[in-house]
């Protein structure tokens, strides 16, 4: 667990270094329950490596999946009956999506507002149980991880679809693509969140060759992994490749 010692002064001081205005809420319960995966593809975000530090986050900020893996800070702010005393900075992955509702009691994450609906543990950092909802600041940061980036081969004979995590640096990656050992690079596309796909004639070239992905942040930064995985590389086996 990430929390980092900023005050409620330190959080109005820092609006002017690119914090911003939101609302939070929690969803599950304090072992995790319908936080483990989600909307953005993960498959379970505590073996992973995200443990419960995880956030689902409305459609102003969701992007139609294109901000999964993104990392935020996230406090709350300008509540003093529902903030913690001395809570700090909770550091959150993004793995979920908060769709709207047409419920007038529950609007948070309706469009344009920008909503966090935290893990429980995240949200008892920073707020009182008995809120439900409170007003935070938060920023983007870079995302901290150990190891390379992991591709999960997934699909079928026809079709190969890549789960791509564990990503470091932005986070958010926004391009994938894959070169097997006797061909050129080869776009990838997204199928949803952190999935990524080639399908047909792809899959049937890149067949007993080994892989290698070139994978580009949010922030423009490319990390090439090359030979990630053999030339009997396997649906259902997890590959690892550098990292920013």
């Not at 007038?104 to 949200?123: G, V």
């Not at 995985?229 to 086996?237: F, N, T, Y």
Request: with cysteine; proline share 3%.
């Amino acid at each position: 667990m990430i929390v980092l010692n900023l005050g409620m002064a330190a959080a109005g001081l820092s609006l002017k270094r690119g914090w911003q205005h939101a609302t939070a809420t929690f969803y599950g319960d304090m072992n995790g329950d319908e936080t483990l995966q989600g909307a953005c593809g993960y498959e379970n975000v505590i073996e992973e490596g995200y443990g419960l530090q995880t956030t689902a986050l409305s459609e102003a900020l969701f992007n139609k999946g294109r901000t999964c893996g993104a990392c935020f800070l996230i406090m709350c702010f300008n509540s003093s009956e529902w903030c913690k005393k001395g809570a700090g900075a909770i550091r959150v992955t993004a793995t979920n999506y908060c769709p709207p509702s047409y419920d007038e009691e529950a609007p948070w994450c309706n469009p344009p507002r920008k909503h966090f609906d935290l893990s429980m543990p995240m949200f008892l950092n920073i707020a009182e149980y008995k809120a439900g909802i409170v007003p935070v600041v938060y920023r983007r940061v870079k995302c901290r991880k150990s190891g390379g980036i992991k591709f999960v081969f997934k699909g079928n004979q026809g079709w190969l679809l890549v789960l791509v995590y564990n990503v470091g640096g932005a986070g958010q990656v926004v391009d994938v693509k894959i070169k097997g050992s006797q061909t050129g690079w080869i776009q990838m596309e997204r199928n949803w969140g952190v999935n990524w796909q080639v399908s047909d004639d792809t899959v049937q070239k890149l067949q007993g060759q080994s892989l290698s992905f070139q994978v580009t942040a949010r922030d423009g930064r490319m990390v090439q992994s090359d030979n990630v995985a053999p030339r009997d590389w396997q649906l259902g086996k997890t590959y690892e490749g550098r990292n920013f």
